[in-house]
């Protein structure tokens, strides 16, 4: 038979086990909330300053890898794709997080785009920045900044400009 201390003992080790758990719950809830916030506000910053930096020839010109180290360092050309890489796959996963939870998720998952290396890159790329709410918006923001237009695959060269 349990005595009342016994009782007590138990009831006290299950309630602080359930105290624990919630605590822990609420810190990873917490921390979650935090990165979330954070990337929303990187990307309200960051994102649309790589946006307009975007040379306007960017999808028409042939691709140039931007990790071209100098000729011989083969080491530091790794370490810069390498780096490149990652960046755009986190931007690519939080871009994905943005189109649900507030912040501009296609734009970094355009960012993301262009700076991970995998094959079919460019059409993907290409077709993501044809979409008509994108791009029109990409250029509403480079022409507040005095930027040209995005020039894309197929726009007529004398529309060009004025895209």
């Not at 007590?8 to 916030?37: C, I, K, N, P």
């Amino acid at each position: 038979m349990a005595t009342p201390m016994s009782l007590l003992t138990e009831l006290l080790s299950t309630d602080v086990l359930v105290f624990a758990e919630f605590t822990l719950s609420m810190g990873l809830v917490v921390t979650t909330l935090g990165a979330s916030l954070l990337a929303m506000v990187a990307g309200i910053v960051v994102l649309p300053i790589v946006a307009v930096r975007l040379p306007a020839d960017y999808f028409v010109r042939p691709h140039q890898s931007i990790t071209a180290a100098p000729e011989g360092n083969g080491y530091l050309r790794w370490c810069l794709k390498i780096l490149k890489n990652l960046l755009g796959a986190t931007l690519l996963i939080a871009g994905v997080i943005m189109i649900v939870t507030p912040g501009p998720g296609m734009v970094a998952l355009l960012v993301g785009l262009s700076l991970v290396d995998f094959p079919g890159k460019r059409a993907l790329e290409i077709k993501l920045i044809s979409t008509p709410n994108l791009h029109q918006s990409i250029n509403k923001l480079r022409k507040r900044y005095g930027r040209p237009p995005l020039i894309l695959p197929g726009d007529p060269p004398e529309n060009a400009e004025a895209n």
